[in-house]
């Protein structure tokens, strides 16, 4: 996989470092940046080695070309002493505002399924009624403090994951997905800590970057279903992940919607009468 967490020689703010950090996270030359970027390679040399500062145009088109996120791209900015152009305003601004309604659109219309919205570290932002009607027939979620965090409930021994099916290899992929699902595909500090955090419980899987599960399970189906125990029953489901198209503003890129369907009829039908047995909504942001 292609990524790196942040190297601290990178946040001292020199731009040559930070733009060949970046080379290097992507596993580019600068003659492929060059011939990528449109931008000579001597230039790309000079910007690299302290000799020159680029044009904020010239930087925002390497930027675009090694797929820097936004946030990040604003500290490529300040490096070589421009004003940063993305806003860094919280996720529920004013500016945001259309976004978060139609989040809020998404998360309502895909009921009576779970449907959460997170930031970049997994944080649960919003939810549907579903969501926490759902995860409460399995633990009181009241108990729980918040901001209620999607990935700490999973392996928490005292949250979801007594009742998740081959407990194991669903540990091992939600690791893997931290890796692969981080914002511009590098795990930067704070999704470093969080492996951390999820790999101080215990009996986590310590094989899960080079494990890559049984060829024989689920092996019909085209996703990797997530199994909770209820009732005697195992219920499947699958998950979906939405980020927002083209985002301008770093809240924007870094949120994610995660919507869970049925995997199987059978898991359908349990998942109706399971949600009827429980009609009362926790809150769980």
């Not at 990178?10 to 470092?17: F, K, N």
């Not at 492929?32 to 044009?55: K, M």
């Not at 215990?202 to 399970?217: C, F, L």
Request: glycine share 6%.
């Amino acid at each position: 996989m292609n990524v790196t967490s942040h190297d601290p020689k990178v946040q001292s703010g020199d731009l040559g470092s930070l733009l060949r950090y970046w080379r290097d996270v992507r596993g580019v030359s600068q003659l492929d940046l060059s011939l990528e970027a449109g931008i000579s390679q001597r230039q790309i040399s000079f910007i690299e080695s302290g000799r020159s500062v680029p044009g904020r145009d010239t930087l925002l088109t390497l930027a675009q070309t090694l797929d820097v996120p936004l946030r990040e791209r604003n500290a490529l900015l300040l490096a070589a002493g421009y004003a940063p152009i993305y806003s860094e305003t919280p996720w529920n601004a004013q500016e945001m505002h259309s976004v978060v309604r139609a989040l809020e659109r998404v998360v309502r219309q895909h009921e009576p399924y779970p449907a959460l919205v997170m930031d970049r570290d997994w944080n649960v932002l919003m939810t549907n009624d579903a969501a926490p009607r759902f995860f409460n027939c399995f633990i009181d979620m009241a108990a729980r403090e918040g901001p209620r965090n999607m990935l700490h409930l999973m392996f928490d021994p005292r949250g979801m994951r007594p009742f998740v099916a081959d407990w194991e290899e669903v540990a091992r992929s939600l690791l893997q997905r931290v890796y692969r699902e981080s914002v511009g595909r590098v795990v930067g500090d704070n999704t470093k800590r969080l492996l951390d955090e999820l790999l101080a419980y215990p009996d986590v899987p310590r094989d899960w970057k080079t494990h890559h599960g049984s060829a024989t399970t689920h092996a019909t189906m085209p996703m990797i279903p997530l199994g909770f125990v209820s009732g005697g029953a195992v219920l499947r489901y699958f998950s979906m992940v939405t980020t927002v198209g083209a985002p301008q503003n770093v809240a924007a890129q870094e949120l994610r919607i995660e919507c869970m369907f049925p995997a199987d009829d059978a898991t359908e039908a349990r998942h109706q009468h399971l949600l009827a047995t429980h009609a009362s909504r926790v809150d769980f942001s």
